[in-house]
């Protein structure tokens, strides 16, 4: 006889699925068409459900809109019991959110601390301000214009290299087969390089630490988080701590500047206003120098190199609008601009509860994670129109001058990619300058050497049909081949 | 957000750190739903309060740490399923009180047994679940002196899961919370002012509603009874010659029950939640943090238990009374039993008291595994079993979930 003729072993199988396979540990879920999400279930108003593990995925992390469109519009705060966290989702929650440094505040020992050290991304108010100002004077302001000069140069000696032979290995590789072209990694031969050299200037780090710049960055950012790669950001960042440690005590004995385009000095760099600033009553530690320098290194040189490869990528996958930027060079602001709010490479911020705070309709207990998704409010329909679509002519996004309110006088709000209140990232500024100037320097180059530039299809990862290019997805792009041709 | 004071606090990751290799998603893997205390040993000995980042969590995982954060209420909390269920505002959890506790230690004495007996009798294949997991619920049919209909078991069954991180599982659960709910409200009416003990009497002269009703049943403990039966019966059905020792002497039934819940206890991890910033274990915690207590992990620390991973039952550094708020009594150590919460609520139990819930808890799967030994000697799994003990998704019990047994 089956224990089926049993009415509750015929109950807990039909509440509970026991005769069916048990369910696994992860989400098993295939790659969807981008733009479509897997249907996680339905409530009973019909509303679609999320399953927590879906953060997990691959097809999350290659297609992840349509899933923060069903978090924004049927769970704005969606309580993730999972992963103990509330996520954020549409983009005034968000901004509300970033404004309110009261009540959502940044803790110490958070998701970054691991990696870089105690740093200003843990910081709330006067703490964080004090921070902040010590080299936030740096990437802004006159100190900034005075440097574009030597940034704009720098450009063009990088790029001089893929005409001249001395490119970096692997940079640039000639087509024997097909005379005149030449396909470039734009990543390897200028988007990992070029951020560096900037960052170390305003660093003051020595020109010989180059080379071991794009390993520590790259490896400290993988390793936030406590992510499968933390091991490797963590020996990183002990790699960055011996190095910095012999230099801070050079420059606690004698400061170096930086210099403008004319040799005249502009100020201390980063490390020496680092090294001989009280604050508080008294001098940095060598261990809070290496934090702030980590950070500035992990935020200065992957986010740059992530939004000069997102944007050439997506432009030249939007060529009408590629030839409208050539055209006009007043376009490559608001090409950087959209780039961010298309495809940013950072998802967010974490922020934590000071107190009970109850936002549409959630009460989110004191002291919770509260993820303020960047990537979901750069694509809130009810702020930008069409939010998938890449359009550098998108009327309803502010590209002016970075500010901190988020927002200008004619309601255009700006994209999240650096924040928006206290918190807005110091680096935006100069970040923005790299990438314009940058992209400007190339695409002058290009057309001075009188090539046209395309995508070299053949060589970049293809999406799941096989033959589509592979979506950014969440963060950047790793690589990007660009096809240079004689222009015909 | 005060000062400098948590700023200066160091406690950067360094390469080479024990934990270094561990990946944190192992923590919810299919290895850790089968078997946690595996998984979650490398911690145990290297990083004692391991930081889960994707989990949002510090996972605690050696015995004395565990059970100083169970009996510290000034710094953790405990967060009722009612309240992760968002289901607080419903009613109140009427399970701590005494007429409550009473009534359900009378039905267990006076008709556990009888229960356990005609589900002996009735069982056709699957120990697990025609006698182990359907128990509890005759048990509280019988307290609720109402009759166990297929409905009433589909609620019981599903309720435990609006407070699930799974979205259709929790759903469900709600829905079996609202639909109790709605049962009760009649039934507490027409027994209210009444002379009746059952448990809907009981709550009625409490002042119950309905809500009351399903918020007490959500907060009752679902998991230990059921999944302490399914795996002492795991063990003694696959462990040779141990159905044939217990069976001979029934003193021993109590000593594999307790030696269950040291090795195989069915809620592997219980949850508490930092009340305020707190130093603790070589890390800060801060304020709000949860902190994930691992069950699977403190009961096999070989800080605690001599070869901790061997069931024995004649072991003699196992705590064999209740342990009253301290975990330890004689000096020993008890297994933790995590569904049942803090052992007890009343540090000196008065005589006129019932007794607490982790007794009543034990002593049911002493009995119940009592009559299985006594009406179906010599039992064996059938021909071809081979039972697992897993839970079936993060958080939820870890117990076996299918029995087959022939005699």
């Given at each position: 006889m089956a224990a089926d003729g049993c009415p509750f072993h015929q109950v807990l199988d039909e509440t509970l699925g026991l005769s069916a396979t048990a369910p696994t540990a992860r989400l098993d879920v295939p790659l969807m068409p981008l733009g479509t999400a897997f249907d996680m279930g339905r409530a009973d108003d019909g509303a679609p459900l999320v399953d927590p593990r879906i953060f997990d995925t691959t097809e999350f992390q290659r297609n992840p809109y349509p899933y923060y469109r069903i978090l924004r519009d049927h769970h704005?705060?969606?309580?993730?019991?999972?992963?103990?966290?509330?996520?954020?989702?549409?983009?005034?929650?968000?901004?509300?959110?970033?404004?309110?440094?009261?009540?959502?505040?940044?803790?110490?020992?958070?998701?970054?601390?691991?990696?870089?050290?105690?740093?200003?991304?843990?910081?709330?108010?006067?703490?964080?301000?004090?921070?902040?100002?010590?080299?936030?004077?740096?990437?802004?302001?006159?100190?900034?214009?005075?440097?574009?000069?030597?940034?704009?140069?720098?450009?063009?000696?990088?790029?001089?290299?893929?005409?001249?032979?001395?490119?970096?290995?692997?940079?640039?590789?000639?087509?024997?087969?097909?005379?005149?072209?030449?396909?470039?990694?734009?990543?390897?031969?200028?988007?990992?390089?070029?951020?560096?050299?900037?960052?170390?200037?305003?660093?003051?780090?020595?020109?010989?630490?180059?080379?071991?710049?794009?390993?520590?960055?790259?490896?400290?950012?993988?390793?936030?988080?406590?992510?499968?790669?933390?091991?490797?950001?963590?020996?990183?960042?002990?790699?960055?701590?011996?190095?910095?440690?012999?230099?801070?005590?050079?420059?606690?004995?004698?400061?170096?500047?930086?210099?403008?385009?004319?040799?005249?000095?502009?100020?201390?760099?980063?490390?020496?206003?680092?090294?001989?600033?009280?604050?508080?009553g008294d001098l940095l530690s060598a261990e809070e120098i290496t934090s702030n320098i980590a950070l500035i290194v992990g935020g200065g040189g992957e986010t740059t190199r992530g939004a000069i490869l997102n944007m050439w990528y997506l432009l030249l996958q939007h060529p009408e609008q590629f030839d409208a930027v050539r055209a006009d060079e007043s376009l490559w602001g608001p090409a950087f601009h959209?780039?961010?709010?298309?495809?940013?490479?950072?998802?967010?911020?974490?922020?934590?509860?000071?107190?009970?705070?109850?936002?549409?309709?959630?009460?989110?207990?004191?002291?919770?994670?509260?993820?303020?998704?960047?990537?979901?409010?750069?694509?809130?329909?009810?702020?930008?129109?069409?939010?998938?679509?890449?359009?550098?002519?998108?009327?309803?996004?502010?590209?002016?001058?970075?500010?901190?309110?988020?927002?200008?006088?004619?309601?255009?709000?700006?994209?999240?990619?650096?924040?928006?209140?206290?918190?807005?990232?110091?680096?935006?500024?100069?970040?923005?300058?790299?990438?314009?100037?940058?992209?400007?320097?190339?695409?002058?180059?290009?057309?001075?050497?009188?090539?046209?530039?395309?995508?070299?299809?053949?060589r970049m990862p293809k999406d799941i049909d096989g033959t589509s290019l592979a979506p950014i997805g969440l963060g950047a792009i790793r690589s990007l081949w660009l096809a240079l041709e004689p222009a015909t | 957000m005060s000062a400098f004071r948590t700023y200066e606090v160091y406690q950067r990751a360094r390469p080479g750190q024990p934990s270094a290799q561990f990946r944190a998603r192992q923590l919810s893997s299919e290895d850790a739903l089968v078997d946690p205390a595996a998984v979650l040993a490398p911690l145990r000995a290297a990083e004692p309060c391991y930081r889960d980042w994707p989990g949002n969590a510090f996972w605690v995982t050696r015995y004395d740490d565990v059970t100083s954060v169970f009996t510290d209420d000034a710094n953790y909390e405990t967060r009722p399923l009612a309240v992760l269920a968002e289901v607080d505002t419903h009613g109140r959890n009427l399970g701590d009180e005494v007429e409550v506790l009473r009534c359900l230690e009378r039905t267990a004495d006076e008709q556990g047994e009888a229960i356990a007996r005609?589900?002996?009798?009735?069982?056709?294949?699957?120990?697990?679940?025609?006698?182990?997991?359907?128990?509890?619920?005759?048990?509280?049919?019988?307290?609720?002196?109402?009759?166990?209909?297929?409905?009433?078991?589909?609620?019981?069954?599903?309720?435990?899961?609006?407070?699930?991180?799974?979205?259709?599982v929790r759903r469900a659960g709600l829905a079996a919370f609202d639909a109790l709910a709605a049962w009760a409200e009649p039934l507490l009416a027409s027994r209210s002012g009444g002379e009746g003990d059952d448990l809907l009497s009981v709550m009625a002269s409490l002042g119950a509603r309905g809500g009351d009703v399903a918020i007490t049943l959500l907060e009752l403990d679902q998991a230990t009874v059921p999944g302490v039966l399914t795996n002492v019966w795991w063990h003694l059905l696959t462990v040779p010659g141990l159905q044939d020792e217990v069976g001979a002497d029934h003193l021993l039934v109590k000593a594999a029950v307790l030696e269950t819940i040291r090795h195989s206890p069915p809620v592997v991890h219980a949850d508490r939640w930092a009340r305020r910033e707190v130093e603790r274990f070589g890390r800060l915690?801060?304020?709000?943090?949860?902190?994930?207590?691992?069950?699977?992990?403190?009961?096999?620390?070989?800080?605690?238990?001599?070869?901790?991973?061997?069931?024995?039952?004649?072991?003699?550094?196992?705590?064999?009374?209740?342990?009253?708020?301290?975990?330890?009594?004689?000096?020993?150590?008890?297994?933790?039993?995590?569904?049942?919460?803090?052992?007890?609520?009343?540090?000196?139990?008065?005589?006129?008291?019932?007794?607490?819930?982790?007794?009543?808890?034990?002593?049911?799967?002493?009995?119940?595994t009592s009559v299985v030994l006594d009406e179906l000697p010599g039992l064996h799994l059938a021909p071809g079993a081979q039972p697992v003990i897993r839970s079936r998704r993060f958080g939820e019990p870890r117990m076996c979930w299918s029995l087959p047994v022939v005699r």
């Open positions: 704005p705060v969606f309580h993730d019991t999972l992963h103990n966290c509330y996520w954020v989702t549409r983009y005034d929650d968000v901004t509300a959110g970033y404004n309110d440094d009261e009540g959502f505040n940044t803790i110490p020992k958070g998701m970054s601390n691991g990696v870089l050290g105690n740093t200003q991304l843990e910081l709330s108010g006067i703490e964080h301000r004090r921070r902040r100002n010590l080299y936030g004077r740096h990437l802004v302001g006159q100190a900034l214009d005075k440097r574009i000069p030597i940034i704009e140069r720098l450009a063009q000696e990088m790029i001089a290299t893929w005409f001249d032979g001395t490119a970096p290995e692997g940079a640039v590789v000639v087509d024997e087969a097909r005379p005149g072209r030449r396909s470039i990694e734009l990543a390897k031969a200028f988007a990992n390089d070029f951020p560096i050299r900037v960052v170390c200037q305003v660093l003051g780090f020595p020109d010989e630490a180059r080379s071991q710049f794009f390993y520590w960055y790259s490896s400290m950012m993988n390793g936030l988080g406590g992510s499968e790669t933390a091991h490797i950001g963590i020996r990183a960042r002990q790699d960055l701590e011996d190095y910095v440690a012999d230099l801070v005590d050079a420059r606690r004995r004698e400061p170096t500047y930086l210099l403008d385009d004319n040799g005249e000095p502009i100020g201390k760099d980063i490390i020496s206003e680092l090294c001989t600033t009280v604050v508080d959209e780039t961010l709010r298309h495809s940013s490479s950072i998802g967010g911020q974490p922020r934590h509860t000071s107190y009970d705070i109850t936002v549409r309709g959630v009460t989110i207990p004191a002291g919770s994670l509260v993820n303020m998704v960047d990537f979901s409010a750069n694509h809130d329909d009810r702020i930008f129109a069409d939010p998938e679509h890449f359009d550098v002519f998108r009327p309803d996004l502010y590209t002016g001058k970075i500010i901190r309110s988020g927002y200008d006088r004619d309601g255009r709000r700006s994209h999240m990619a650096f924040g928006v209140g206290p918190h807005l990232c110091p680096g935006a500024w100069i970040s923005q300058q790299e990438a314009v100037l940058g992209s400007k320097v190339l695409a002058r180059e290009l057309t001075r050497h009188g090539v046209a530039v395309s995508i070299d299809a053949e | 005609r589900l002996v009798a009735e069982m056709s294949a699957d120990m697990a679940t025609e006698v182990c997991l359907r128990f509890p619920f005759e048990l509280l049919c019988a307290a609720l002196a109402v009759e166990p209909a297929a409905e009433l078991a589909r609620w019981w069954i599903t309720l435990p899961g609006a407070a699930s991180w799974y979205p259709q915690l801060p304020e709000g943090a949860l902190v994930r207590l691992s069950a699977a992990a403190a009961n096999r620390d070989p800080a605690v238990f001599g070869e901790p991973d061997s069931f024995d039952i004649h072991r003699r550094d196992l705590c064999q009374r209740e342990a009253r708020g301290q975990y330890r009594a004689d000096g020993l150590a008890s297994g933790i039993s995590l569904g049942t919460g803090v052992p007890t609520k009343h540090p000196a139990v008065p005589e006129d008291r019932p007794r607490s819930r982790y007794a009543i808890a034990r002593d049911l799967a002493v009995r119940v």
